[in-house]
């Protein structure tokens, strides 16, 4: 079971801060750092120093890690055109040594879009289909070749389709809910499948719901790796425990209920029932970015008990 370390920057984080946990990250040997993409904060927090743009920190990160996977939850496929998004994502990657995954979502918060005027169309999962068609296409079209691609929605013609990433396949992670559209996307397009605050028995259900649609696709289903996204909140005792759930003003009762909460035992067997869901790899979602001891405890306690 892999353990990747996910941020909130929207909700009040620099650069600064966030190459720090990205760094404390791969020193305590986890298997990489993902970041929301948004530009909003969400909830009562001050959001302060304000967004940063999520491939511009991987950027940065890629040239400061050595090791770990850079990647995003989700970004937002209304925030860039594709063959935009496609140049950037390829160049992030040459930047790391091929580390990059590329998490591709519809988007869902209007608000953030109406702030800082981005259209909030309504037919985005298929512009979302048409983005990732492209995306992929881009990738795979030979060098020296061109890319053209006429939808209902993009329009590329004569496209060089460069850059290209250092990997020769780069990770498509993408992530929903919903039973039946997302699968299929998930199962065209996806070398993961995320699932974001679902309960083991709920993650069983959508995992075999996407493994139905690759089978459809004529895809061997073993080729996509289902995780989760889970808040996470260790203590070593009670009172730690309390300390860390109120620092981000959650209840304890709520995140063992919801979330990966409790003593390190609490926390392995937790990860051992999503891991009979069939997931393989959880996304911690950190909420309190100063608390570099929260990190520690969870990769000496937690990380070390699992195969």
């Known amino acids: 079971m892999d353990l990747r370390i996910f941020t909130e920057p929207q909700q009040g984080a620099g650069y600064d801060t966030l190459l720090t946990v990205a ?5 305590l040997g986890f298997d990489g750092f993902f970041r929301s993409d948004h530009y909003l904060k969400m909830g009562s927090v001050d959001g302060l120093p304000g967004p940063t743009d999520a491939w511009i920190t991987l950027a940065g990160l890629a040239r400061e890690t050595r090791r770990i996977r850079l990647g995003t939850l989700m ?6 055109l594709p063959g935009v998004l496609a140049v950037q994502v390829a160049q992030v990657d040459q930047m790391s040594g091929g580390r990059v995954e590329l998490g591709l979502g519809a988007g869902w918060f209007e608000e953030e879009h109406r702030a800082y005027g981005i259209p909030f169309p309504k037919e985005r999962l298929a512009r979302l289909e048409e983005q990732l068609e492209i995306i992929t296409g881009l990738w795979a079209t030979q060098t020296g070749s061109t890319y053209d691609f006429h939808g209902t929605y993009y329009d590329l ?3 060089p389709a460069l850059p290209k990433p250092a990997q020769a396949r780069l990770p498509i992670l993408v992530g929903g809910k919903g039973p039946r559209r ?3 996307i998930a199962a065209r397009y996806a070398d993961e499948y995320n699932l974001s605050f679902f309960s083991p028995e709920d993650s069983a259900t959508q995992f075999g719901r996407v493994r139905e649609a690759a089978q459809k696709e004529g895809r061997n289903p073993d080729e996509i790796l ?3 996204l889970l808040v996470v909140c260790v ?7 309390a300390r860390r759930a109120a620092a981000i003003g959650r209840e304890v009762d709520e995140l063992r209920a919801n979330g990966l909460a409790g003593t390190p035992a609490e926390v392995v067997e937790k990860i051992g029932r999503y891991q009979e869901a069939g997931s393989r790899r959880i996304y911690l979602q950190v909420l309190d970015l100063t608390d570099l001891d ?13 195969s």
Do not use: M, W
């Open 23 to 27: 760094k404390a990250t791969e020193d």
């Open 75 to 80: 970004t937002a496929a209304t925030f860039r």
């Open 157 to 159: 013609t004569g496209c």
């Open 182 to 184: 997302t699968p299929r």
């Open 226 to 228: 289902c995780s989760n």
């Open 235 to 241: 203590g070593k005792d009670e009172h730690q425990l």
């Open 294 to 306: 929260h990190l520690e405890l969870i990769a000496s306690e937690v990380q070390s008990q699992l």
